[in-house]
């Protein structure tokens, strides 16, 4: 089946640096999402990229798809506390089926230090 | 804001026993979906369910689960034989016809 490889799995960053974590698949994708889980929360929806090579920007956020759609990446400008959490990147098969599951990456463990 | 509720939020239930997760999704919404975690890892899939039936399962879901919208409203999962594996967070998650989808707090499941 697919997978989405994503790394790293952990990142430890002094409040103010800069984050990035990034998403690869082996297969081309339809789209890709991000998601954002808090420690014992659920996961939000963050966004979603459909287009080749396209960017995406969300205050200080800033996702990109790749130009072959099998990679992505999310970076987070000067973080702050309310960052923390794990970050998923998600895809549907190229098919793009109207009720297709997610494939969720392992996720990249956001952690920082004040 | 609307928001898909999960109910319980635990719960323990021995080996071998039936439970039975429940799931209210966001009223306008179409599709739905099922997903667990198991502690401090990803969020796999499990069924998607659009037009009263089944769309797509994982191999996750085998033949112990099963998943119905009884009513107008609920959408349940059903495990009928729990397993020491099969201790993890479930999500409920729904969509209208957009690609977000909205995920619920959450069942903790414990299987002793």
């Known amino acids: 089946g697919q997978q989405v490889m994503q790394i790293p799995q952990y990142q430890h960053v002094q409040e103010g640096e800069d984050f990035t974590t990034y998403c690869n698949s082996s297969t081309t994708l339809s789209n890709i999402q991000w998601y954002k889980q808090r420690p014992g929360g659920h996961p939000v929806f963050l966004i979603q990229?459909?287009?080749?090579?396209e960017v995406k920007k969300q205050k200080r956020l800033t996702f990109q798809f790749g130009e072959a759609k099998k990679n992505s990446s999310l970076h987070i400008t000067a973080t702050q506390t309310t960052d923390v959490g794990t970050y998923f990147c998600a895809a549907r098969p190229y098919s793009g089926g109207g009720a297709d599951g997610l494939t969720f990456g392992k996720g990249t463990h956001l952690i920082i230090q004040p | 804001e609307p928001e898909v509720t999960q109910t319980p939020s635990h719960q323990v239930t021995q080996m071998g026993q039936e439970v039975i997760l429940r799931c209210v999704p966001i009223?306008?919404?179409?599709?739905f979906y099922w997903y667990r975690q198991i502690l401090g890892q990803k969020v796999e899939f499990l069924v998607s369910?659009?037009?009263?039936?089944?769309?797509?399962k994982s191999e996750i879901f085998d033949d112990q689960f099963s998943v119905e919208r009884p009513d107008g409203s609920n959408f349940t999962l059903k495990i009928r034989s729990t397993k020491l594996e099969d201790s993890a967070m479930y999500f409920c998650?729904?969509?209208?016809?957009?690609?977000?989808?909205?995920f619920g707090p959450g069942t903790r499941l414990t299987v002793l």
């Open positions: 998650a729904s969509r209208e016809t957009g690609d977000e989808q909205f």
């Open positions: 009223s306008n919404h179409l599709y």
């Open positions: 990229l459909v287009k080749s090579g």
């Open positions: 369910f659009y037009n009263n039936e089944i769309s797509e």
